[in-house]
């Protein structure tokens, strides 16, 4: 029996849509890959938020629910940690991301009083990690060539203490309507030791720290050349001085 072209076409994009999705599954710190959830609040579902300003932009939630956990990782000021993306929590490093979906990668720290408790809503958020669009090729890319892993430099000039570590990929092929951005995210309970406190970050609340229409967002990337410039979405980069 013979499909109708446009329910192949159909068939083929849903299918598309489907394996787009991805969940920061595990974190990799001082040499140490931990396992799936330990430490990550998951989700079992890996859709991704669409409502920039709703609350779940934080650290996820509805309609993927998170699963709490009781850990906390250890990690060094002035030391990268990795941030470790599956397609599913059952997935391997060559099953991250359908690479046609393409788009910035961004990292925030928050501190936090209790980082198994606090809800990460609300200021207090500040960006140590972006990577975009260069020459061609999309942040997200490199993390799927890199087998999943996002590499993300911990400052040593903030102040030791409990963070919640947010980590985040945005797909854009649905980006040409507003709202049409999917953003995926999952936070890690850490607690950085060895920082130096020097620093103070201008923060930023989250949600809020991005609008529907921000040209990072909202953005047609099929029409890009490989000279385009793009505009991460989100603040400025904190880096140490």
């Not at 959830?37 to 650290?59: F, K």
């Not at 850990?71 to 000021?77: E, F, L, R």
């Amino acid at each position: 029996m013979k499909l109708p072209l446009l329910s192949i076409f159909a068939c083929i994009s849903s299918a598309s849509f489907a394996s787009a999705h991805t969940i920061f599954a595990q974190l990799t710190a001082d040499g140490k890959t931990y396992a799936v959830s330990h430490g990550i609040r998951t989700p079992s579902y890996d859709g991704p938020q669409t409502n920039v300003m709703s609350n779940n932009m934080a650290c996820n939630g509805p309609p993927n629910p998170t699963t709490p956990s009781d850990k906390i990782i250890s990690v060094t000021a002035g030391t990268n940690v990795s941030a470790v993306w599956r397609h599913t929590l059952q997935s391997g490093p060559n099953d991250v991301m359908d690479p046609g979906h393409k788009g910035p990668v961004m990292a925030y720290l928050k501190k936090v009083t209790n980082a198994k408790t606090d809800s990460g809503v609300g200021d207090g958020w500040f960006k140590i990690q972006e990577g975009g669009y260069s020459n061609g090729k999309w942040a997200t890319n490199t993390v799927i060539d890199n087998k999943g892993n996002q590499i993300i430099p911990i400052p040593k000039c903030i102040p030791d203490g409990q963070y919640l570590l947010r980590a985040e990929m945005v797909a854009l092929h649905g980006a040409r309507s507003s709202g049409g951005a999917q953003l995926y995210m999952e936070c890690a309970q850490i607690e950085i030791t060895g920082g130096t406190g020097t620093a103070k970050p201008k923060t930023y609340s989250i949600p809020g720290v991005y609008k529907a229409n921000d040209p990072g967002l909202l953005i047609d990337i099929y029409s890009m050349k490989t000279t385009s410039n793009y505009v991460i979405p989100g603040p400025p980069l904190f880096t140490c001085q």
